[in-house]
């Protein structure tokens, strides 16, 4: 079977959870390449000088430099091609119904899913793919 995605981006500043979802992504056949960055100023660098083209992005809200919001407002900004076809996915840990509520009023954010990241997950996300 071969892997859903070309390229997914995940941004965390932890590495457990870092560690943990790309296994879990590996194992699910999520993507071809899988691309770490812990932090949100690297990938907002990393996008906009296109040495990484993600079809697919794990964004984590609470980081300490940058939070998940403040890099959907980085983003917003920059200009990079095929930007309207990236899938923004929120991976959080966070139970407040206010971040929940944030994240789905972004026009780039498809869905929050809360940590871990679960097989049972990836098919929602496969079986939701076409409505983002």
Partial sequence: M???YKTCLLIDDNYIDNFVTSKIL??????ENIIILQSPE????????????????????????????????EYEKISIENKDAIKIYMLSSSLDPTDIK????NKYVCQ?????????????IFSHDLSC
């Fill in 112 to 124: 929050f899913i809360h940590k871990p990241v679960t097989h049972k997950g990836l098919e929602e």
């Fill in 2 to 4: 071969s892997a859903r």
């Fill in 42 to 73: 690297q990938a907002i660098e990393a996008l906009r000088n296109g040495s990484v083209h993600p079809d697919f992005i794990f964004l984590d809200i609470r980081m300490p430099e940058m939070s998940g919001f403040e890099f959907l407002d």
């Fill in 102 to 105: 944030q994240s789905l009023v």
């Fill in 26 to 31: 590996e194992s699910g056949n999520f993507a």
